[in-house]
């Protein structure tokens, strides 16, 4: 039977009990209810493409190896 959340304090609570965290922590995380046949819900999309860095992939590009390094060529001194 689904439990009846009327108010932001209940829902708070309840995922305080649900995740074992702390009531400041759980309204510092900012839960609120959503209608789950409503597909539209974000009022704030997020348009933008992801945000990261692939760390290991960089490297990469960083560390080539002496094999693919162009070979320097030794200057003459007079």
Known sequence: MPVQIRSQGALDHAV???????????????FSLVDPHDA????????????????????????????CRPLCTPRRVA
Do not use: K
């Open 16 to 30: 305080a009990t649900a995740t074992g965290e702390d009531l400041p922590t759980i309204r510092r995380r900012g």
């Open 40 to 67: 539209h819900f974000d009022d704030e999309p997020d348009l933008l493409p992801p945000q990261y860095v692939d760390w290991d992939e960089l490297e990469l590009s960083r560390n080539a190896s002496a094999a």
